[in-house]
């Protein structure tokens, strides 16, 4: 089950546990409330301790598509950065449809993984943007993480891409599943 803002007040379940005005708050380890602070707070600390991403953009055909991809993410959670060489199978998808997803986990391939990995699904829309110096503190966060991808951003068959995050989903232990809205889907305009 994934809970919501929405969902919660739907079940009555505010009555039982509080929610806090205006943030996605949802049920995590049973009765235990998570606040949309502490959810960010969980979502920042996956996206600084990994370094790959597995991307899902939708070829034209409309078949999905994965990539492994570096990334790095803004501190407000509201942008990541991506950079692929423009000749790729992935870049056609996401000029073909910029709606994509991300899929950042942290597990280790052992058995403790069921107890204790995490997994965070992003979606957002991609735009391409240019290395000039209105998007120099985008680059320098991009190579704060990865140093050794400099020459490869600045590479002229190289893109740079951002995505404006709408939605990301938390899921632990497997089944416990928090949902955090940036912004809505459908009102990206203002970005």
Request: hydrophobic share 40%.
């Amino acid at each position: 089950m994934v809970y919501t803002l929405d969902n919660i007040y739907e079940k009555s379940l505010v009555n039982k546990w509080p929610v806090h005005s205006g943030s996605c708050a949802g049920l995590l380890h049973g009765k235990k409330m998570t606040t949309r602070k502490q959810l960010q707070g969980e979502i920042a600390e996956l996206l600084l301790s990994q370094k790959l991403a597995v991307l899902a953009s939708q070829t034209p055909e409309g078949s999905s598509y994965s990539s492994l991809i570096a990334f790095a993410a803004t501190d407000d959670l509201q942008k990541i950065m991506l950079a692929t060489p423009r000749a790729t199978r992935k870049f056609t998808n996401i000029r073909h449809n910029p709606k994509v997803s991300l899929l950042i986990d942290n597990r280790s391939n052992k058995e403790q993984d069921f107890h204790d990995a995490k997994a965070v699904t992003v979606m957002g829309i991609v735009d391409e943007i240019n290395l000039d110096p209105s998007h120099n503190d985008l680059a320098s966060l991009y190579l704060q993480k990865h140093p050794y991808l400099d020459d490869f951003l600045h590479s002229p068959s190289t893109v740079f891409l951002l995505i404006s995050v709408y939605r990301y989903y938390l899921v632990s232990r497997f089944q416990e599943v928090m949902e955090l809205h940036i912004r809505d889907e459908n009102d990206l305009s203002a970005l």
